[in-house]
T-cell receptor, first 113, second 112 residues
Framework: EDQVTQSPEALRLQEGESSSLNCSYT??????LFWYRQDPGKGPEFLFT???AGEEKEKERLKATLTKKESFLHITAPKPEDSATYLC??????????????FGRGTSLIVHP | GEEVAQTPKHLVRGEGQKAKLYCAPI?????VFWYQQVLKNEFKFLIS????????ETGMPKERFSAKCLPNSPCSLEIQATKLEDSAVYFC??????????FGSGTRLTVV
């Protein structure tokens, strides 16, 4: 069973059509949850870190929220340049101290003009 | 510099040949991580370093994969006797304190 599950797998939006991406996790204790953006042929680009339930962070049209079981990445009035794969990664609190993040499989977002 | 530099960008090897990938982490970052990305965006953790010491190597197929991070040199990931299933993009990331990773652009390894 995957520890980190992202949905939907793919999402197509019209420019200006707001939506949310979901990342659900099943680790017993959360040290941190990360959101990344990955463009084709490039490495993941760091967006946000969330540490505790109720925390929210914003950057331009993106807002990330966290509950005890999932995180949402809200995209408000998206533009075509927001098209990318959005990855979620989770750091478990007790893993012998190595804190290696486990990645979800991502949501591929396409925003049409 | 403020970016993680990975070389080469592309690498093609015949099955059974050796492949060596390099990663220069951001100056001052103590942690280095290697991930393998295969189809469907699956990121598989391979190994991490804290400075030159192996921090976690639970993801490494030890019989053919090895890695080093030596002082004043780029980190390296070496695959002996490559197999077709080693074809993937290998990402290196560095971190100051073990979170907020910065990734390089990756090395695409194709084994033919």
């Amino acid at each position: 069973e995957d520890q980190v599950t992202q949905s939907p797998e793919a999402l197509r939006l019209q420019e200006g059509e707001s939506s949310s991406l979901n990342c659900s996790y099943t680790v017993s204790g959360l040290r941190g949850l990360f959101w990344y953006r990955q463009d084709p042929g490039k490495g993941p680009e760091f967006l946000f870190t969330l540490y505790s339930a109720g925390e929210e962070k914003e950057k331009e049209r993106l807002k990330a929220t966290l509950t005890k079981k999932e995180s949402f990445l809200h995209i408000t009035a998206p533009k075509p340049e927001d098209s990318a794969t959005y990855l979620c990664a989770v750091q478990e609190a007790e893993t012998g101290g190595s804190y290696i993040p486990t990645f979800g499989r991502g949501t591929s977002l396409i925003v049409h003009p | 510099g403020e970016e993680v530099a990975q070389t080469p960008k592309h690498l093609v090897r015949g099955e059974g040949q050796k492949a060596k990938l390099y990663c220069a982490p951001i100056k001052g970052h103590s942690y280095v991580f290697w991930y393998q990305q295969v189809l469907k965006n699956e990121f598989k953790f391979l190994i991490s370093f804290q400075n030159e010491n192996v921090f976690d190597e639970t993801g490494m197929p030890k019989e053919r994969f090895s890695a080093k991070c030596l002082p004043n040199s780029p980190c390296s990931l070496e695959i002996q006797a490559t197999k077709l299933e080693d074809s993937a993009v290998y990402f290196c990331a560095s971190s100051l304190q073990g979170d907020g990773y910065t990734f390089g652009s990756g090395t695409r390894l194709t084994v033919v």
